[in-house]
């Protein structure tokens, strides 16, 4: 159902697909990053030397009508810059997730666009038709996120 070449085409080339679990309503993705090293997202310098690793589960779009969850398992580093006050950091997903988001940008804008057409409780009501449950408060919150654009007077 799921091939490599579909995943990488989702989510691009530094996430390796490890395993992969269906249950009735529910498609489990375990990933892994191939990257052999990371910027620091303060100072900007690469490292190759890795502190530990830990794991991280973001909710994807729905794949026929079940759930998708991401479970990726990435590394923390050690900052090589003496002088940056960041000493260790996380592996970014670039263009998934953003920073400690437990859901994918393409999953939050789908629910950011339900909340902008229906509101909170409809469009909570309409996403869980649509296997992507949530509150009609966090569709709320996804819609308060979006930033103002300022209208022009002519």
């Given at each position: 159902?799921?091939?490599?070449?579909?995943?990488?085409?989702?989510?691009?080339?530094?996430?390796?697909?490890?395993?992969?679990?269906?249950?009735?309503?529910?498609?489990?993705?375990?990933?892994?990053?191939?990257?052999?090293?990371?910027?620091?997202?303060?100072?900007?310098?690469?490292?190759?030397?890795?502190?530990?690793?830990?794991?991280?589960?973001?909710?994807?779009?729905?794949?026929?009508?079940?759930?998708?969850?991401?479970?990726?398992?990435?590394?923390?580093?050690?900052?090589?810059?003496?002088?940056?006050?960041?000493?260790?950091?996380?592996?970014?997903?670039?263009?998934?997730?953003?920073?400690?988001?437990?859901?994918?940008?393409?999953?939050?804008?789908?629910?950011?666009?339900?909340?902008?057409?229906?509101?909170?409780?409809?469009?909570?009501?309409?996403?869980?038709?649509?296997?992507?449950?949530?509150?009609?408060?966090t569709i709320l919150r996804r819609v308060k996120a979006v930033p103002a654009v300022p209208l022009r007077v002519e």
């Amino acid at each position: 159902m799921l091939s490599s070449d579909l995943l990488s085409q989702i989510l691009g080339t530094t996430l390796v697909p490890t395993d992969l679990v269906f249950a009735p309503d529910l498609i489990v993705v375990a990933l892994a990053s191939r990257a052999e090293s990371a910027p620091c997202p303060i100072c900007g310098q690469r490292s190759d030397r890795v502190h530990s690793r830990y794991r991280r589960v973001i909710a994807d779009l729905p794949i026929c009508g079940r759930q998708l969850a991401l479970i990726l398992r990435l590394r923390k580093f050690l900052c090589p810059n003496a002088g940056c006050p960041r000493r260790i950091f996380c592996e970014r997903v670039h263009g998934l997730a953003a920073t400690h988001a437990r859901s994918t940008t393409r999953l939050a804008q789908l629910q950011r666009m339900l909340g902008l057409a229906l509101g909170g409780e409809p469009g909570s009501r309409l996403a869980g038709e649509l296997a992507v449950p949530i509150s009609g408060d966090t569709i709320l919150r996804r819609v308060k996120a979006v930033p103002a654009v300022p209208l022009r007077v002519e």
